[in-house]
């Protein structure tokens, strides 16, 4: 089964850093911006399936925005990343939220998961108080983690709830589209058809 979950967030607060630490199991202190979107992959165990995520990184900058609409759709889930060390960073992840759902546009507005995702636990400065987030996160209905893509703190313990969520969505979007199935039994007409030409001479 594969997964898209692309990460969204303001620039700057260390969000390739966590894929890169996610997938390839290192971190690099050299900066460099995101140019449109980047892709990764990598395959986990979920509930005992192998899934495959596929994480789109897309770019902070005002000028990629436009990349949103065709990337967001068919995601199964969505992380918001900030800075814990930047309220601006988290002021930011609601209009990355909304921005989502427009372009997104899943069939249900009230179960589509997101994982928020506090960054740079490193630093030791934090200019958002844990309750605030936490508040904002029950509000969203989202899981809430801490993370130090620098010092390998709970970043795999993010994305394989991600994993989990987006599991859970694809299984429950799956069940509801049965319901808009229909099975048309043809037998009976292909019957009719064949005796209406046979030669009744």
Known sequence: ???????????RVGKSSM????????FTNMYRATIGVDFLTKEVTVEKDSVILQVWD???????????????????????????SSAASFSALDGWRTEFLLQAAPA???????IVVGNKTDLGTQEVSPERVQQWCENLGARYFECSA???IDVDMAFRSAA?????????SV?????????TNREPEEQSN???SKCTC
């Open 1 to 11: 089964i594969e997964f898209q979950c692309p990460f969204l967030y303001i620039q």
């Open 19 to 26: 894929m890169t630490r996610f997938v390839d199991h290192r």
């Open 58 to 84: 897309t770019a902070g900058s005002e000028r990629f925005h436009s990349l949103g609409s065709t990337l967001y759709r068919g995601a199964h889930c969505c992380l918001l990343v900030f800075d814990l």
């Open 108 to 114: 249900d507005l009230t179960t589509f998961p997101f």
């Open 150 to 152: 620098k010092e390998d």
């Open 164 to 172: 989990r969520a987006a599991l859970q969505y694809f299984k429950c």
């Open 175 to 183: 069940m509801d589209n049965r319901e808009n199935i229909q099975i």
């Open 194 to 196: 064949q005796n209406a």
